[in-house]
């Protein structure tokens, strides 16, 4: 697999920023995937363990967490970020800002916990809000010199710091969960991991913040705050609008389904995007005067993204019923048909963080900002009358439409900006969509061999589409080596 198309999102100009970014990626890619097999392993023998309606509760909770980013100012670390030399005047004020933000999150946790289960009609999930703010106090106290392991690349020791936390409340969780069967272990495991952050973030670097304010340094950072407190804004109606929506009107039960498919569908989403923003942010922020590297960088990084979300997009939506069924168990039957859809919305998503985190490195929040107006308008639009005909499948299949049509405006915008053809952006998923199809007909033609559902069949069929995808890869890689050999010694 060397020459083909995924390697070379890699193979990018051989300059120090650019080597730097490829050995960081194999960290940040690692770091993803243990941290979200971790996630995923918990999900389902906590779903064998618990309840739909636990689940539900405790998407109560995720929430109102997200609630607080409306207030939050997440910009700072971003502005940090983008910053190309930062003092100890910085890094104090912003942590000092951080670390008063979230204790009034702590507090307003405290205040509104019993408002907040009132509006669900759950009174039950009113304790869990409380005892949440814990974890957003131990947050609170986190270093922010963990912010270089981002900006300068340091990034075995950002794996070292999130895998810490991510193995705790994956032990912590399952453990509380086969002791007592309770919802509280989630919350359990979300507060053991961040104490486990907290204690890495200091043991893993030097800094030590102080609680300070120097307004000069934080009037100078806020000034990055103004589209990315819209961005967060738009995000908490795109991450969690359908959440509200389901919990008010379908049910808490109907929540924890939702909210499991959801999660089981993010293998696609988070993984990929988290990889993006981390390492191509700084990346894109560094190279804006050369415009040709940047072109090349893009298209490549959206070629390379495309191989990566294909396969497992399409083929989660594939394999849904099979994957509900033997994850998760019998009485999980009714996420099948939300788990396909949400599985392209995952792809959709990624498409349009890959292009939202270039438009921002190159300086226009707004037409990132507009696009994910956008999803939110057209999934607004279409959410009550496709809920009201389809049920959860209806409100899946609204957000996904609405990705699409935030996609479509925000790739449109890079288009422009980097002079870059549509016939060009086809290219960079002709091996990805064709290598697919090959795949879906392989899952079809193993569907046949295998009549009964089980671990063995569904394992089976996962790793022989896989082999017949990457098979597929590799023989475009080469058919395209030998095209490209003849027109290169013609020039």
Known sequence: MRRSEFAEMFSLPQQPLWRRAARAAAWVFALRVLEKGLALIRTVVLARLLLP???????IVLIAVSALELVNLNGLRAALIQKHDDSRRDLDTVWS?????NCLNAALFLIFAQPIAQFFGEPAAAGLIRAFSIALLLEALVSIGTIHFEKRMLLHRQFTFVLSGAAIDFVVAIAVAIAYRTVWALVAGAIAGRLARLLASYMLQDYRPALRIKWHSFRHLFRFEGWMWVSAALWFLLLQGDNIFVGKVFGITALGVYTVAYSIASITRTDIVAVLQRLMFPSFSSILSDQAQLRAGY????????????????????????VSTVLLGPGWGTA??????????GALQILGANAGTLLRAMGHPRQATLSEAIFVIVSAVLLIPLASKLHLVGVAWAMTIGAAAGWA?????????????????????????????VMLAS??????????????SLTTMIVGSGLMYLATVAVAALSRQRTLKPDAAAN
């Open 53 to 59: 309606r636990g689940f539900g509760l405790f998407a």
């Open 336 to 345: 099948g048909p939300v788990l396909s859809v949400l599985a392209l919305l």
């Open 97 to 101: 800002v951080l670390f008063i933000q």
């Open 443 to 456: 899952l079809y033609l193993f569907r046949g061999v295998f009549p009964q559902v089980n671990w063995v």
């Open 299 to 322: 298209l490549k990084l959206l070629r390379g993204t495309a191989l990566c979300v294909v396969p497992v997009s399409v083929g989660l939506a594939a394999l849904a019923s099979e």
């Open 409 to 437: 405006w925000a790739e449109r915008a890079v288009l422009r900006v980097l002079n870059i053809s549509f016939r060009e952006l086809l290219h960079t998923f002709e091996s990805s969509v064709a290598a697919a199809l």
